[in-house]
């Protein structure tokens, strides 16, 4: 994620341009979503959810594609209406039957959970040196929140890492490995550095 997030001000299409100047793009990490997604149809991997409750919360995401797409097109060009529910909408539809395809066991489940923790860790050493930050922020610099490109501002970091900080604690549990607890500790210091009360009242809750 945090290669992808930069490589966006090299490599990105342009989906629409507002009338303030902000351009919404279509980042790596998308074109890599539909590559992957062409590539495993292709090849017969992609696999439809038998589960009835899966099935109509995957009846859910289409609706809402299809209504998003409709909804853009009253709005924007065709292309731009296009790119904006790729990138709103159906590369999230189609990660759905990635995963739903792809995850079929226990072990399958933790190996994505190691992935997204490790990710999150390499996420915090990427931020220190490739933004020259801290990497814990004093109160005095609060006005400067720590945020990272790859998981939106502040507001948003937090949360995620709230989550992630619990993730931590679920795999400590199942494998009884130090290495969960250095990094939950890891992830807590940087969600701190957000100054977000709405992450620390979200990791209470989780």
Do not use: C
């Amino acid at each position: 994620f945090p290669f992808t997030h930069k490589a966006k001000a090299a490599f990105a299409i342009n989906a629409y341009t507002n009338q303030s100047g902000y351009t919404q793009k279509l980042s790596l990490t998308t074109m890599m979503i539909i590559f992957l997604f062409v590539v495993m149809q292709y090849r017969g991997k992609i696999i439809r959810p038998i589960n009835p409750s899966w099935r109509k919360f995957e009846k859910i995401l289409l609706f809402y594609g299809l209504l998003l797409t409709l909804t853009q097109l009253v709005n924007h060009t065709a292309f731009s209406s296009i790119a904006l529910t790729i990138g709103g909408a159906w590369q999230y539809i189609m990660l759905f039957y990635i995963l739903s395809s792809l995850l079929k066991t226990k072990v399958d489940f933790i190996n994505i959970l190691n992935g997204l923790l490790a990710f999150t860790v390499f996420n915090i050493i990427f931020r220190i040196f490739s933004e020259d930050q801290a990497l814990v922020r004093s109160i005095s610099s609060e006005m400067i929140r720590v945020g990272s490109g790859a998981m939106g501002p502040a507001v948003s970091y937090g949360g995620y890492l709230a989550v992630m900080i619990t993730i931590s604690l679920l795999l400590y549990r199942l494998k009884n490995n130090m290495i969960y607890l250095l990094a939950g500790a890891l992830i807590f210091t940087e969600m701190l550095s957000t100054f977000t009360r709405g992450s620390s009242l979200s990791l209470i809750f989780l």
